[in-house]
């Protein structure tokens, strides 16, 4: 899929304090139908989406499954091509790298993913899983290779003869520290975490958020952190974006968010976090209908067929994510 820019041209980061800038990103995917497999429309995955990461931050992408949060992680990444808008890391846009260059700038960028089985090769030994991101962009000798990895192992929490097992031999939690420990062996910039622990048993979870919030204070890391558990999100992050059909509608830090969402999609999904009291009871805002369908998005605003309190403008015009209070932005026509 080619990509198509903006007539505004984005060459180089807008503030400092940012390592990530995203302007307007869109990610389809083609649909193809009929005998010559032609292409009859598009499953807009991410469909113009704008934000920031500052450096040394936590930022939290939150949305029902299927609204577009992973893909818009791998399309930072540059493992899916963007199909419109910018991609700015550390002050250059990255949108249209390719090959050395873009290989050169993966280094700064690493991913850690939901599957901590199968994102690991089941033929290598640990220490080669983890070592091979270093054996790529750097000559090293063997013992000196060798003793990275070993530290790797060492800040993660595992026993060192980790080292010379295989994936199969751990347990959920510790495949996923070792994806962890991958991810550190180039000590990128941003990590761009995609649901790093739901697939963890709640006992484990807490082990390895701890440890993600230990490696970011000592690796001075940027983390995209993607999840659907509000609760885990809001222990990780420090603002909160929230997704919805491809679209951001809100963004602003996490004491905002949990004690005032502005958007009715983010207070919905507010209402629906049990709480720890069962003496304190909360009103449920249950939506009606399910979610449309990305290919064939609702015109105006995508919340619109499900949303309690929408009026005749949120159907015929779709509201632009704006700042309606410090730090506070959220597409909605009732702001």
Partial sequence: MTISVT??????????????????????????????????????????????????????????????????????????????????????DITR????????????MQMIFQDPYASLNPMQMVGDIIGEPIHNFFKKSKSELKLEVMDLIDKVGLSRDAYYKYAHEFSGGQRQRIGIARALALKPKLIIADEPVSALDVSVQSQVLNLLKDLQR???????????????????????GVMYLGNMVEITDKSS?????????????????????????????????????????????PFHPRCPVAVEQCSKVKPVLKEVKPSHRVACHLY
């Fill in 97 to 108: 790298l390719s090959g050395k260059k873009l290989r050169e700038t993966r280094k700064d």
């Fill in 7 to 92: 007539s505004k041209k984005v060459g180089t980061s807008l503030n400092p304090e940012n390592l990530l800038e995203i302007y307007h990103l869109k990610t389809y995917y083609p649909v193809k139908g009929g005998f010559f497999k032609r292409i009859i429309g598009n499953v807009k995955a991410v469909d113009n989406i704008s934000f920031e990461i500052k450096r040394g931050e936590t930022l939290g992408l939150v949305g029902e499954s299927g609204c577009g949060k992973s893909t818009t992680g791998r399309t930072i990444l540059r493992l899916l091509m963007p199909t419109e808008g910018h991609i700015l890391f550390d002050g250059r």
């Fill in 257 to 301: 968010l949990y004690v005032k969402p502005l958007h009715p999609y983010t207070q919905a999904l507010i209402s629906a976090i049990p709480s720890p009291d069962p003496r304190i009871k909360k009103e449920r805002i249950l939506l009606k209908g399910d979610v449309p369908s990305p290919i064939n998005p609702p015109s105006g605003c």
């Fill in 218 to 240: 000592e690796f001075q890391l940027t983390f995209l952190f993607i999840a659907h558990d509000l609760s885990v999100v809001k222990h990780m992050s420090d603002r909160i």
